[in-house]
C-alpha cells in the first residue's frame, strides 16, 4: 500500500512553508495529493486518497473536498481529518463517526442507492489546513478515477502523486491531456503507471475562456475488460464498448404490453413516413409520462424496463429513452440509444479513448444520411430540437453494428435568428405607443419558449426584467405563439411608455434602437493566457418603423455603423421612409468558435462599439 493514514508531524504546515508564488491568486494551495489506485483484481476496486489542502480565504472552503462518495456497491474502509492552523499547529482530529453521512441526493430523484461521507467544519479562521484521507473498495472498476493535477480555479498545487497498480494480463490504457508547459511526468512499469506533478501555479479564471475540463492537465484510464457492480464488461474501443451495452444493459428492457403496441401502431396507421410516426410517438411519449431520476441498477446505466415506464408513467432519462426506442421498434422505426455530456458548452466524447462516461442519454432516429435527435425527458421540447443541452458535439450511439462516435446537430449562426420587427407612434412629449413581434429561432428559441408556461402576472415581471433600460412602460397586450413543427417561438405585444425620449429644449432626443440593445462589455484582462471561447453563434434582425410625432422632423439623417470582424459583424441604419416616418434596422451577428488569446482585445473592442451604437440618439427638431 503506498499509505495507510495521515501521520501526525509528518509535514510542515505553516503557510510560511507555502512559497509566495503559490499564493499570488490563490484561494487554496493543494500542498499535496497522493492517490492509489489499485485494480490488480479486475473485479474490484481499492482506492485510497490522502490529500493535504491550505483554504486562504472564505472562496477557499469549496477546495477542501473532505468527502468520499459511496454506495451499496463500494465500502469506506478509513476516513479521517486532521485541521491546522496558520503556525501548522493542529486543532482538530476527525475520525469516521464525525463524518456526516447522507443520501447523496440530487433533489430529483426518485430513488437512489448514493451517499456521501463529508467533512461539515466551519473554520474559525483563516488560513487553515486540512489533511484529510480515505480507503474506498468497490467492486466495480468501469470507473478509474482520473487524474486531475490541478484542482480549479484560483488553486494552485505544490505536489500531486498518482499510481495505479494492475495486472499485466488487464493492463489499463490511458490518455494524457494538457500537461505540456507543466512539470508533470508519466511512467510505466508491467505492473504500474505513476503520475507526478510539482509546482503548477494558478490558473487565472478569465472571462470567455474555453470549459475547464478542455484546459486543465489530465490522464485519463481505462480496462479492457472491467466490472460494473459485478457485471463484467468490456471495450477496448468504441465498437466494441457499443456491443456490450447493447447485450448486458439495453438486451433485455425494452418489453411492452401487447395493448400498448396496439395502440401506438394504431395511432401511427395513417402516417406514410418513419419520420411522421416518430412525431406521433414522440407526442404520445411527452403527453404520457414525465421525468423523475432513478439512480439504481447497473452503476445507474441499465434502464428500467419499458413496461414499467409504460405502467408507472415515469422514469430518467435512461429510461424515457429506452422507452421510446421501443415504442418506435413496435411501429417498425429504427432509433438509437445515444450517451452523450449534456449542458451548454458541448462536451465532446473522445473518439479515440472508450471509457465509461456521459451524463445524459437521448435517442437518435435515422433519417437519410442525418439523424434527427430526441430529448426524451421533457414534455415541452419540440420533436427534433435538444438545444443547447446536446447541440454540436461528439455522442457515443449504440447501433445494431456497435458503438459509434457521432455528432449531433450544429445549429450556424443565422439559424439561431431572432428577428424583431415593429411600428412605433412616437408623441410630442416623448412616449411610445409600441406594436413589437419576436421571432425566435434555433438556439434563440432555446431562450423564450418558456414564457407561455408564466402567468400573466409573472410574464409583466419577465418584460420589465428583460428591458430594464426602459423606465416605467405598461403591457397592453401580450400574445404567445410556440409553433413546435417548425420551431419557431412568436411574441406579440403592444406597449405604452408614456416617457422614453428626453427634451432638449423644444426638441426630443430619440434612441431608435428601444428593445434590443446590447449592453454587455468583456472585462478588460491584460496578458491574457487563454483563447477566446464563444460557445454560442447567433443573428438578430430587427426591423422597426417609427412614425414621428406631429410637429417634428428629422432634418438629416445619421450617418450608418458597420463592422464586419472574424467574431461576427454590426450593422445599424436609419432611412427615411417618408415626411412622417423613419424605419431603423440593425443586424447582430455573433460566430461561435475558439480564437487565440491575443484576439480577445479585439473581441472586446467590438462589443464596446455595439454597446455605444446600440444606445445611440437622433434629434427630432421641433418645427
Not at 121 to 149: D, G, H, M, N, Q
Request: aromatic fraction near 12%.
Amino acid at each position: 500500500m503506498l499509505f495507510t493514514g495521515i501521520m501526525v508531524g509528518q509535514s510542515n504546515y505553516a503557510i510560511s512553508s507555502i512559497p509566495s508564488k503559490f499564493l499570488e491568486g490563490a484561494n487554496s494551495v493543494l500542498v499535496s495529493k497522493d492517490v492509489l489506485v489499485d485494480v490488480t483484481d479486475p473485479t474490484r476496486m481499492n482506492y485510497q486518497v490522502r490529500r493535504v489542502v491550505t483554504v486562504l480565504n472564505k472562496k477557499g472552503d469549496e477546495y477542501v473536498n473532505a468527502s468520499v462518495n459511496y454506495d451499496n456497491d463500494s465500502k469506506v474502509r478509513k476516513i479521517e481529518a486532521y485541521v491546522y492552523d496558520v503556525a501548522g499547529n493542529e486543532i482538530e482530529h476527525f475520525k469516521k463517526n464525525d463524518f456526516r453521512d447522507v443520501a447523496a441526493s440530487d433533489g430529483f430523484s426518485l430513488y437512489s442507492d448514493d451517499r456521501v461521507l463529508f467533512l461539515d467544519y466551519t473554520p474559525i479562521s483563516y488560513p487553515y489546513t486540512v489533511a484529510f484521507s480515505f480507503e474506498l473498495e468497490s467492486r466495480t472498476t468501469a470507473f478509474i478515477p482520473k487524474w486531475f493535477p490541478l484542482e480549479g480555479t484560483a488553486s494552485s498545487t505544490l505536489e500531486s502523486t498518482y499510481v495505479i497498480q494492475f495486472s499485466p494480463v488487464n493492463k489499463p490504457r490511458f490518455k494524457a491531456e494538457n500537461l505540456d508547459g507543466y512539470d508533470i511526468s508519466v511512467t510505466k512499469t508491467p505492473t504500474e503507471i505513476k503520475c507526478t506533478a510539482t509546482n503548477i501555479p494558478v490558473m487565472k479564471y478569465e472571462e470567455h475562456s474555453p470549459p475547464y475540463f478542455q484546459r486543465i492537465p489530465l490522464v485519463l484510464f481505462a480496462l479492457d475488460r472491467f466490472y460494473l457492480k459485478g457485471v463484467a464488461g468490456y471495450g477496448k474501443d468504441w465498437n466494441e464498448f457499443g456491443r456490450w451495452m447493447e447485450r448486458s444493459l439495453l438486451g433485455d428492457v425494452n418489453d411492452l404490453p401487447e395493448a400498448t403496441v396496439a395502440q401506438v401502431r394504431s395511432l401511427v396507421s395513417s402516417e406514410k413516413t418513419a419520420l411522421d410516426k416518430a412525431r406521433k410517438i414522440y407526442e404520445f411519449v411527452q403527453n404520457k409520462v414525465r421525468y423523475i431520476s432513478v439512480q439504481i441498477g447497473v452503476g445507474g446505466w441499465k434502464p428500467m424496463l419499458a413496461s414499467e415506464v409504460d405502467k408507472l408513467s415515469y422514469g430518467d432519462c435512461k429510461a424515457l429513452t429506452n422507452y421510446t426506442k421501443a415504442l418506435l421498434d413496435a411501429v417498425g422505426v429504427p432509433s438509437y440509444y445515444t450517451v452523450l455530456y449534456s449542458g451548454p458548452n458541448g462536451r465532446d466524447f473522445d473518439e479515440d479513448f472508450s471509457v465509461m462516461q456521459g451524463d445524459h442519454v437521448i435517442l437518435g432516429i435515422p433519417n437519410g444520411d442525418d439523424i434527427v435527435w430526441l430529448e426524451c425527458t421533457s414534455q415541452d421540447v419540440p420533436f427534433g430540437f435538444g438545444g443547447t443541452h446536446s447541440d454540436d458535439r461528439d455522442v457515443l450511439v449504440i447501433t445494431p453494428e456497435g458503438g459509434k462516435i457521432m455528432h449531433t446537430k450544429k445549429y450556424p449562426f443565422d439559424e439561431s435568428l431572432q428577428h424583431n420587427t415593429g411600428s412605433i407612434q412616437l408623441d410630442t412629449e416623448g412616449g411610445l405607443k409600441v406594436q413589437f413581434q419576436r421571432k425566435s429561432m434555433g438556439l434563440q428559441y432555446d431562450n423564450w419558449y418558456q414564457l407561455e408556461k408564466l402567468d400573466a402576472k409573472k410574464l409583466d415581471q419577465h418584460y420589465k426584467e428583460h428591458w430594464d433600460h426602459i423606465n416605467g412602460f405598461s403591457i397592453d397586450s401580450v400574445a404567445l405563439q410556440n409553433d413546435k413543427k417548425d420551431i419557431v417561438f412568436t411574441e406579440v405585444l403592444k406597449l405604452s411608455i408614456p416617457k422614453y425620449s428626453s427634451s432638449v429644449g423644444e426638441d426630443l432626443l430619440f434612441t431608435p434602437n428601444v428593445f434590443n440593445q446590447s449592453q454587455y462589455i468583456p472585462p478588460r484582462i491584460t496578458d491574457r493566457k487563454q483563447p477566446l471561447f464563444l460557445p454560442i453563434g447567433f443573428k438578430d434582425v430587427d426591423e422597426i418603423d417609427i412614425e414621428l410625432p406631429k410637429g417634428f422632423v428629422l432634418e438629416d439623417l445619421p450617418e450608418g455603423f458597420n463592422e464586419e470582424t472574424q467574431f461576427g459583424s454590426y450593422s445599424a441604419h436609419v432611412e427615411r421612409v417618408s415626411a412622417t416616418k423613419i424605419r431603423y434596422t440593425r443586424t447582430f451577428i455573433i460566430k461561435k468558435g475558439t480564437f487565440s488569446a491575443k484576439e480577445y482585445t479585439a473581441y472586446r473592442n467590438f462589443r464596446r462599439n455595439v454597446a455605444k451604437w446600440d444606445k445611440s440618439k437622433i434629434l427630432l427638431k421641433k418645427v
